[in-house]
Nanobody, 122 residues
Framework: QVQLVESGGGLVQAGGSLRLSCTAS????????MGWFRQAPGKEREFVTA????????YNADSVKGRFSISRDNAKNTVYLQMIRLKPEDTAVYYC???????????????WGQGTQVTVSS
């Protein structure tokens, strides 16, 4: 019954920005670390960024360091991914994820969103 729903994906040119949102329902949102993963065609799903349950800690993959920022609003049961200076290699389906563990590994994910497409053109 837990549901994670992403929004905000789309098509942008290189150098542009997007803000993704993920809203959770039927989940004690404040108990979960939240994160974003992405999967490009022919590639394994990879970790992007995560935020602790309280929002006090964040962790970013090297590939997005300095360009992506994760945040959360526990009152709204929502986690965000602000992406700036997008590159074509950022093109992927982006997935919202919830975990009771503070480890950025897909094996630890309890719930996944359905994914939202982000396409960055040259």
């Amino acid at each position: 019954q837990v549901q994670l729903v992403e929004s905000g994906g789309g098509l942008v040119q290189a150098g542009g920005s997007l803000r993704l949102s993920c809203t959770a329902s039927r989940l004690t949102f404040s108990a979960y670390s939240m994160g974003w993963f992405r999967q490009a065609p022919g590639k394994e799903r990879e970790f992007v960024t995560a935020i602790s349950s309280s929002g006090s800690s964040t962790y970013n993959a090297d590939s997005v360091k300095g360009r992506f920022s994760i945040s959360r609003d526990n009152a709204k049961n929502t986690v965000y991914l602000q992406m700036i200076r997008l590159k074509p290699e950022d093109t992927a389906v982006y997935y919202c994820a919830a975990s009771l563990r503070w480890v950025p590994n897909s094996k630890n994910i309890n719930y996944w969103g359905q994914g939202t497409q982000v396409t960055v053109s040259s």
